[in-house]
């Protein structure tokens, strides 16, 4: 029978045959390792996302209404990045409202943004 060897480590196996790594250290080292790269990006997307959440959570704080006009200015100047969200929605006259969860914004025109809050994804 062949010798096998940790692919962490490349110390002797020993076990079951099927077995990859000598211990949990180092199957949880190379687990860490390999998987670094996408997580790094996987949470720099998700911090961008929750960011753009809790700004537009806060514009509408205030306001006893579940949407509000903004200026893009405003958005910009707390740090919101258009280009990132969880999803699109599109209504019957196809216009497009861009969510980071339940909070949504659509463009009105070059200098304002309608920011809104969806409920019915609260209850989902």
Do not use: H, P, W
């Amino acid at each position: 029978m062949k010798e096998r060897k940790c692919l962490e480590c490349s110390e002797v196996i020993y076990g079951r045959s099927d077995k990859k790594f000598c211990s949990d250290q180092c199957r949880n080292t190379f687990n860490n390792r390999t998987n670094s790269i996408s997580n790094t990006y996987i949470r720099k997307v998700n911090y961008i996302i929750r960011k753009n959440r809790k700004i537009l959570e806060e514009s509408l704080e205030n306001s006893e209404k579940d949407a509000i006009r903004i200026n893009r200015k405003k958005l910009i100047d707390k740090g919101f990045n258009f280009d990132y969200y969880t999803n699109i929605y599109k209504t019957q006259n196809n216009k497009y409202y861009y969510f980071s969860y339940e909070y949504g914004f659509t463009k009105i025109d070059d200098e304002y943004y309608t920011v809104v809050l969806r409920r019915e994804y609260l209850n989902e």
